[in-house]
């Protein structure tokens, strides 16, 4: 009966050693998954979006049929293609 106690005892130890790492993986993922949200959401913030080109084709202050327009407009659409994974 001792013999069955300690070998359980090994075997509980063993267990809440593996259970401690595990814990840990798990942390470790949660804090990777965690800081990749954060990066994700910082680019979609600086991302060039249709309405930013909107904005900066607007500050040029010409008009839609000028060629700088029609220039900036294409090279902002390329750009907007190519972070899509179009490009």
């Known amino acids: 009966m001792r013999e ?9 130890n ?3 050693t593996e259970l401690a ?7 470790d993922y949660a804090a990777t998954v965690d800081e ?5 959401k910082r680019w979609q913030e600086r991302a060039l979006t249709p309405e ?3 904005s900066i084709l607007n500050v040029l202050g010409v ?3 000028s060629p700088q327009y029609k ?5 902002l ?5 190519e972070a899509q994974g179009h490009g």
Do not use: W, Y
């Open 36 to 40: 990749f949200i954060k990066d994700h």
């Open 63 to 65: 008009g839609k049929q």
């Open 71 to 75: 220039r900036l407009k294409a090279i």
């Open 21 to 27: 790492n595990v814990k840990t993986e798990r942390d």
């Open 14 to 16: 063993e267990l809440e």
């Open 77 to 81: 659409d390329q750009f907007i293609k």
């Open 52 to 54: 930013k080109c909107s």
């Open 4 to 12: 069955e106690v300690e070998r359980l005892n090994r075997k509980c």
